[in-house]
């Protein structure tokens, strides 16, 4: 233990571009594997289009996954929006504005309860509400939510080490934003998810 | 997925069996006209358990219904 808290703290006296090249290099990583994950996607086999004049009616689920999406994303811009106007630090400091980005926040969770409630009565259902098509769909939309998690983590790491880094400490309002954002972007990419299936399947 | 190698007559016999709607025939067989939309254009393969109730709503044999590709 003591060995490596002294190795990190000599790579923290290192020079200032060794973390910069550890986070780019795992940027590069990610980047790479976002490549070769959107290379795959494009080379995946391809259904023949829908005959002309095809209507392809939405199922439940889809229409439920589409305003549990739209309805979502809305308190998540809001938020963002009193991130980039206010500055973080004082959304953290100031109880008031801290309330209503909170408030935003729960919005989106409430929403995912909503969604996920409906989801679970149709679940127990026997009566063609999800049908199969829809049950597979379903169960692979939370690779979703894992990827949107780690992604947002990987985010919040290579951004703070990078603008923190020298200094050696990060403000503790960070944590209160990781945190929602990695709840926020796991609930919304659930959705996401279903509506990516549908488009695949 | 590619396109599925099986084909149906389910168009032909929906319409055999008095212009059966496609709503209808998903009320009839529990799933989405989405799925019915999507097995008449083959761009989906059915699992076994939809395929017979499909094939029991037209009196017909699984076989008679669908068809595997060559």
Not at chain 1, 38 to 61: I, S
Not at chain 1, 139 to 163: C, K, Y
Not at chain 2, 8 to 29: D, S, Y
């Amino acid at each position: 233990m003591y060995n490596l808290l002294y190795y990190l703290g000599d790579l923290k006296d290192a020079e200032s571009h060794t973390m910069s090249v550890i986070l780019w290099g795992i940027l590069a990583i990610l980047v790479g594997l976002a490549g070769f994950t959107l290379v795959a996607w494009l080379r995946r086999p391809k259904l023949p289009p829908l005959a002309p004049g095809t209507e392809l009616p939405a199922t439940p689920l889809q229409r439920l996954a589409r305003w549990g999406l739209l309805l979502g994303v809305l308190p998540g811009i809001a938020a963002i929006a009193m991130v980039l106007h206010y500055g973080a630090q004082r959304i953290y400091d100031d109880d008031g504005l801290r309330l209503v980005f909170t408030l935003f926040l729960l919005a989106i969770i409430v929403i995912f309860l909503v969604v996920t409630v409906r989801l679970t009565t149709w679940t127990t259902r026997a009566d063609g509400t999800l049908d199969e098509r829809d049950r597979v769909i379903l169960g692979r939309a939370p690779v979703f939510q894992s990827a949107a998690m780690l992604l947002t983590l990987a985010a919040w790491e290579v951004g703070l080490i990078e603008h923190f880094h020298t200094a050696g400490a990060v403000p503790l309002f960070y944590l209160y934003l990781i945190f929602w954002s990695c709840w926020a972007a796991s609930l919304l990419a659930l959705p996401l998810g279903i509506l990516v299936g549908y488009r695949r399947r | 997925m590619p396109k599925a190698e099986i084909s149906n007559q389910i168009r032909k016999l929906r319409f055999e069996h008095g212009e059966m709607t496609q709503q209808a025939l998903a009320e009839r067989v529990g799933c989405s006209r989405q799925t019915i939309v999507l097995l008449e254009q083959e761009r989906y393969v059915p699992s076994l358990v939809l395929a017979m109730r499909i094939a029991k709503v037209f009196g017909a044999a699984v076989e008679d219904v669908f068809t595997l590709g060559e």
